[in-house]
């Protein structure tokens, strides 16, 4: 299993390195530890020290905050294919954010005294790197610009259509089923609003004939989607 992971797909399939030559590729399999973390392992906490990141293979995390009030404030969830923690070994900040398995997760651990050796010599993996914060910090612009400019639909559609391209790439079908292992509580934090404006909304939805629930599975139809999402594109 070891070796069918460190393959050049495989290492490749995730965005961060998606621009690194085959012998780079190589360094970052090799350097690789693999991991497993039970569910409810504090893997970091905020205000930590940056000294790796992380290569989701399976299972899922959750990155949260504690406000002054002590409530936990869920940011994201991240599952399979998704990094975690570069951001700190980057810019050599404390870790901004908890990081909790939700379930049991395994991924690879990358330590940053050996990532960052890699870049210091390899200036095309280190330009792959720039092109790469550069797309996070647009999706981040995007999911503010979706909080402050979308009506609540919208920002939910916008989060269905996100899941599915993320599956499907951005080319979507005419309809797709989704199996969200997220709550809505969960939503509800990645889209800016409150757990019972979650269900309103979901609710609106299925009213559109935009989504229909059965068992778990969202059966979504992406033409409404879209409309719901892009009020203004009429």
């Given at each position: 299993m070891n070796e069918i992971n460190k393959s050049a797909a495989f290492?490749?399939?995730f965005p961060i390195f998606e621009g690194f030559g085959k012998d780079t590729i190589g360094e970052i399999a090799g350097i690789a530890t693999f991991r497993k973390w039970p569910a409810g392992t504090v893997i970091f906490q905020r205000g930590d020290e940056g000294t790796y990141l992380i290569v989701l293979v399976s299972g899922r995390i959750k990155l949260s905050l504690i406000t002054p009030q002590g409530k936990e404030l869920s940011l994201r969830q991240l599952e399979?294919?998704?990094?975690?923690?570069?951001?700190?070994?980057?810019?050599?900040?404390?870790?901004?954010?908890?990081?909790?398995?939700?379930v049991?997760?395994?991924?690879?651990?990358?330590?940053?005294?050996?990532f960052l050796e890699i870049l210091t010599r390899n200036p095309t993996a280190a330009q792959a790197i720039i092109h790469y914060l550069c797309t996070k910090l647009r999706?981040?612009?995007?999911?503010?610009?979706t909080i402050a400019l979308y009506d609540l639909?919208?920002?939910?559609?916008?989060?269905?259509?996100?899941?599915?391209?993320n599956i499907h790439g951005e080319e979507l079908p005419e309809s797709a089923n989704l199996q969200i292992s997220l709550s809505q509580?969960?939503?509800?934090?990645?889209?800016?609003?409150?757990?019972?404006?979650?269900?309103?909304?979901?609710?609106?939805?299925?009213?559109?004939?935009?989504i229909r629930r059965n068992d778990g599975i969202i059966h979504c139809h992406i033409g409404r989607l879209?409309?719901?999402?892009?009020?203004?594109?009429?």
């Open positions: 290492w490749r399939s399979a294919g998704s990094i975690l923690g570069e951001m700190a070994i980057l810019d050599g900040q404390p870790r901004s954010a908890d990081a909790t398995a939700v049991a997760t395994e991924g690879y651990v990358i330590a940053k005294r050996d999706e981040t612009t995007e999911q503010l610009e639909d919208a920002r939910v559609a916008r989060f269905f259509l996100a899941t599915l391209r509580t969960e939503i509800a934090s990645i889209v800016g609003a409150s757990r019972p404006k979650i269900n309103r909304s979901i609710l609106a939805l299925q009213e559109a004939g935009a879209r409309t719901i999402a892009e009020p203004d594109d009429d």
